[in-house]
């Protein structure tokens, strides 16, 4: 099951570049929430402070506190168990290129050194049914390479292997932003099932998306978040006049 | 949004403008001075296309030197291709009194030497090429690698020297003796020990294939998307786990590949193993022992080659060391580039 974050005062830089500042909120457990803004706003480089991905660029830097289901991430744990229980999706679908797509799925596992031929069996059934691929690659589990399915297989097949190691928080950094519309749409099916189990943090640039799929929207601007609230408040009566420009085009 | 629509570009008529070729070469009464030096100046087909001949030939001029060199080695074997057949790698006589040729000494020499160079040089240069990939801090990265390259930049005849006034002293004080008291159950370090010999001759050819090993497997690391090493790290991977499955997984057939290129420099490598290796045309389990290799032998007795027999004898080998470094290059390279002609994994 999913967990609450909870976040204070989190600032992040790229180099002398202040790309967050003064961050705060409380996103719930088992929801999905939304984050919008323009390109460069700082949402992206907000979800990687999540799972302390950020820091892998030498150049960055962090402060503040993230609290995962109570667990100050910064403080009380190192980054490789953060990110063993949240998972990541990223905006370009990278699976193994040299794994078969049973291997892709059963990495997150294996790399923790489970060995239980019937668990793993099971555990990848259960997330490839879960991204809603199973159909489509049971067949060819272990002669297809990750590599040799379609874009939005793909992506569908890194969801999979983000859920096979059961995290309790799911980061989608732009997930079907390179997909096709039918792709699109289902990665949307498959967030709007999921997010009873997960709790998922999801970026966008597409306003629709985030009013579909997510039950509380962040609206990101320069570094800043301008405004957090339900998906219905933002998208029909905003507080501020920068979301309402920005979610009725005005700029951006 | 605003968008910019490019205002379509409409040719401004120019009545003393020959457009390209097409126009007939006229100079119109009032033509500048330095439209009438362009006009005189022709159409420059001649010094084009003798341009592009010039450089073909340049070009061709590879496949003939590659072509003349078999040719020539072919030729002036032809003693002892017609004499000893396929039997002349068989053989292990080497006996240049009695015209009794034998080269599997010498192929023994260079396989055995190579190999052990290899097991020497593949852990360290990739080593090497993680650290400076992965973890190395960017200000001491260029050095670093500036480094590894300046070792291939060597010339073969100061490792040779250097071999000999250092590392085979040390190897024969030091690494030798221990070796024996631990692995000489195995036979393969047995006295005596002179410190010249294969063993030597192992090492001095792993510190010199290990730029050639380290700097294009750093390539072809290189070469391996960084999302690779994210989906990796995602997942709740140490810097080693990601390494191994993000970075050297995905690279695995150029590093290879590189290994096979270091191979073909060890097999063809003369100078520093000739002045090593003992020169002697024997096969002994013992990797102490002295040895030769193919091209130890040729570059140690071509000078005394008295009689046409020997001479063809030496230059059969240098065929057969021709031929087999060609291919594991060719081979090599084919694997490398594989790799690094564009992302290894093309995904999405």
Known sequence: MGVSIEVNNLNAWYGTNHTLQDIT???PANEATALIGPSG???STFVRCLNRMHETNPIAKVTGEVRVGGLDIYSETSAVEVRRRIGMVFQRPNPFPTMSIYDNVASGLRLNGYRNRRTLDEVVERSLKQSALWDEVKDELKKKSGASLSGGQQQRLCIARALAVDPEVLLMDEPASALDPVSTAKIEDLIFQLKSQYTIVIVTHN?????????????????????????HKIFTNPGDKRTEDYITGRFG | ????????????????????????????????????FLV??????????????????????????????ATELVTHSQITLAKFGWKFFLGSAWDPVNANFGALPFVYGTLVS?????????????????????MCPRALRGFLSFMTELLAAIPSVVYGLWAIFVLVPLLREHVDPLLIRLLGWTGLFAPPDFGIGMFAAGVILAIMILPI??????????????????????????????????VLRNARIGIVGSIILGLGRALGETMAVAMVIGSSPTISKSLLAPAATMASVIANEFAEASDDTYRSALIEIALALFLVTIVV???ARLLVWAVTRGTPARVA
Do not use: Y
């Open chain 2, 40 to 69: 005189s100046r022709g159409s420059s087909s001649i010094a084009d296309s003798t341009f592009r001949w010039l450089m073909l030939l340049c070009a061709l001029s590879i496949f003939a030197i590659v072509a003349l060199i």
């Open chain 2, 114 to 134: 190579s190999i052990l160079a290899l097991i020497l040089a593949v852990p360290l240069a990739i080593g090497v090429a993680v650290f400076l990939t992965e």
């Open chain 1, 41 to 43: 706003c700082g949402k």
């Open chain 2, 213 to 246: 090993i380290s700097s294009l497997t750093r390539e072809v690391m290189t070469a391996v998307p960084h999302s690779q090493r994210e989906a990796v790290l995602a997942l709740g991977a140490t810097r080693w786990e990601m390494i191994r499955m993000g």
């Open chain 2, 1 to 36: 949004m605003i968008l910019r629509i490019q205002e379509p570009r409409t040719p401004k008529p120019a009545d003393d403008e020959p457009i390209g070729g097409l126009v007939p070469v006229v100079v119109s009464p009032q033509a500048s001075t330095v439209r009438t």
């Open chain 1, 25 to 27: 909120l409380h996103i």
């Open chain 1, 207 to 231: 306003m629709q998306q985030a009013a579909r799929v997510a039950e509380r929207t962040g609206f990101f601007l320069n570094g800043r978040l301008v405004e957090f609230d339900s998906t």
């Open chain 2, 329 to 331: 290059n060719m081979f």
